[in-house]
């Protein structure tokens, strides 16, 4: 006798439809979800069968619900987290950072300008805009959140979902100043022109498909990256170096400057 199919509860199809999205990156950690009446309508199901899905994803850890509304979870915190704490004051961990980023970015780079659809280029092109008007300005900071904006951006069009997420992690930890400060890149002089070259080389050749400039690009703007951070950290211990000379007479008899 043949098994009977059992047809699939709405709730069901309905948190795996959620899960997908949450796993492919369209809804990111962090983001509220719209109202339940507007996110029911926009799915085109019963409130009831939405509540029954939201509960499920409530269970996997993957949605949260509060006073202020319901979140996708912070889910890569659990990992993020504790990972800061080891490498917030480990000598290694920028060497480290550069090399990984050597080793996988390049590569996803080039998948982006390989397998970017219309759609992920229209947001990496807005994104390229956002960056060139946020570099007129005197403080980086818009021109640095653009800068991990479009990091990310690259990796969604990878469509790769272990490099997104992954990458979104230590995107996470970048933004903690856990691998090196962010600022101090910014505002070393003429960084800020360089940087902007890169990136426009690096969107520009995911716009146009070509996925061995677009890697080509990316390995030069990390090598960059990386060589100028050293320069930034050798630059801080010979001024601690000097501070340290001046400051001597201060623990040593007699002493001199």
Do not use: W
């Amino acid at each position: 006798m043949a098994e009977l199919i059992k047809a699939a509860r709405l709730a069901d199809v309905i948190a795996e439809r959620l899960q997908a999205m949450i796993l492919e990156g369209v809804l990111r950690p962090g983001e509220r979800l719209n109202a339940e009446r507007d996110l029911a309508e926009a799915l085109g199901v019963s409130r009831p069968s939405l509540r029954e899905a939201m509960a499920v994803l409530e269970e996997k850890g993957l949605l949260v619900t509060s006073k202020a509304g319901t979140h996708v979870a912070r889910f890569l915190d659990r990992v993020s987290d504790p990972l800061a704490s080891l490498l917030a004051d480990d000598t290694r961990a920028a060497a480290d950072y550069f090399e990984y980023r050597l080793a996988i970015e390049p590569h996803a780079t080039a998948l982006a300008a390989a397998r970017a659809t219309v759609t992920d280029h229209g947001a990496i092109a807005e994104c390229l805009t956002r960056m060139q008007a946020a570099h007129g300005k005197d403080d980086p900071a818009d021109e640095a959140d653009a800068d991990v904006q479009l990091h990310g951006l690259i990796f969604e069009a990878t469509h790769n979902v272990l490099i997104l997420h992954i990458m979104r992690m230590l995107g996470e930890l970048m933004r903690k100043n856990i691998f090196y400060n962010r600022e101090q890149l910014y505002r070393r002089a003429g960084v800020r022109d360089t940087l902007l070259g890169q990136h426009l080389a690096i969107g520009e050749a995911v716009l146009r498909g070509d996925a061995r400039a677009a890697e080509a690009a990316a390995a030069a703007h990390i090598s960059f990256t990386r060589t100028t951070i050293a320069e930034i950290l050798l630059d801080e211990q010979r001024a601690a170096a000097s501070l340290r000379r001046i400051d001597r007479k201060d623990l040593v008899r007699g002493g001199k400057g």
